[in-house]
């Protein structure tokens, strides 16, 4: 069981770093605490988070069909590098702008907060890849085994760490509405430098594994 504590503390991490920097979503749940108050906003993340439950179970059935077809280990290897490099290199890219990244935040109401919330979280297909490359990390690395628990663990960490991301932003966001720029900045550093380590331990695994 000691891997199941293991897998959920390192997909919850992983989830709520990649919510942090300012976006459509979490932007859209702040100003949705602003202006519709924080019940509504709260419905507003729990429908993203659902989504993004969804889009975690996809990343295990691609993963898992990898690991049913030949050159298993290979394969899931490079998919995980490839996902990490370009996730790493984006991040770096992103924080490396020195323009004002405008975000368009979509107006929600409170009768419909919920489904806006899951229309928006479906509209960003990139959480699919990017839990696709972590569950293939996981599972060479040994924290995950394509079971019942280890996957509702996985995907509900995933749901809990997103929720947890937009629920600060919803919170917190009056606090940290003038300093967007420099918060934006130095979280895209540290999520390209997690996908780079990510990389390193991937590249270790190929060759020495």
Not at 22 to 50: E, Y
Not at 134 to 143: E, F, I, R, Y
Not at 159 to 175: D, E, P, V
Request: aromatic content about 16%; charged content about 15%.
């Amino acid at each position: 069981m000691e891997h199941i504590f293991i897998l959920f503390f390192a997909t919850y991490s992983a989830a709520f770093m990649g919510v942090v920097p300012p976006g459509l979503i979490n932007m859209t749940a702040a100003k949705t605490s602003a202006k519709k108050g924080k019940a509504n906003a709260v419905l507003f993340a729990f429908g993203a988070s659902s989504v993004v439950v969804l889009q975690a179970y996809l990343g295990v059935m691609i993963s898992r069909y990898l690991y049913n077809n030949p050159i298993v280990i290979d394969i899931l290897l490079k998919v995980a590098l490839i996902v990490f490099a370009v996730f790493a290199v984006y991040f770096f890219i992103i924080a490396r702008r020195k323009k004002e990244k405008k975000i368009n935040v979509v107006e929600v109401s409170r009768k419909n907060s919920f489904f806006k919330g899951m229309f928006l979280a479906t509209l960003n297909v990139l959480p699919i890849p990017y839990f696709s490359g972590l569950n293939a990390a996981w599972n060479v690395s040994g924290w995950i085994k394509f079971e019942l628990l280890d996957t509702l663990t996985f995907i509900l960490a995933a749901g809990l760490g997103t929720f947890s991301t937009l629920y600060i932003y919803i919170i917190y966001f009056s606090r940290l509405e003038s300093k967007t720029d420099r918060f934006s900045k130095y979280s895209d550093y540290i999520l390209s430098v997690l996908m780079l380590i990510l990389v390193i331990i991937t590249l270790i695994r190929i060759f020495y594994g």
